[in-house]
């Protein structure tokens, strides 16, 4: 006999919501790593990314201050990354398990 995994509608959204906390993480990510690699600021694919990612970093932008530009952006890009990882993870957690 094989077994038929049924997921209810509650571990469904668990799974949106876990889904959407790792596409918020993802363009954060993205937006890291094309700073760090000195990706062209002119290009409208670097400006769709950046008007995505600084409202998804929330308070994070300017929290530490540090001095150089590229380790800022790694440190305060990466906490909110790190942040909708977290948040959404313990949403799920709390709400639909």
Do not use: C, K
Not at 16 to 25: C, E, K, M, P, Q
Not at 71 to 89: K, M, Q, R, S
């Amino acid at each position: 006999m094989t077994r038929t995994r049924t997921y209810s509608g509650r571990a469904s959204a668990a799974r949106i919501v876990t889904g959407i906390g790792a596409v918020f993480a993802l363009v954060e990510v993205i937006y890291i790593l094309m700073i760090l690699l000195g990706a062209n600021a002119g290009n409208a694919f670097v400006r769709f990314i950046r008007s995505i990612a600084e409202p998804l970093a929330l308070f994070f932008p300017g929290l530490f201050p540090i001095d150089n530009a590229q380790l800022a952006v790694l440190v305060n890009y990466g906490l909110a990354a790190i942040f909708w990882l977290v948040v959404t993870g313990l949403i799920a957690r709390l709400f639909f398990h």
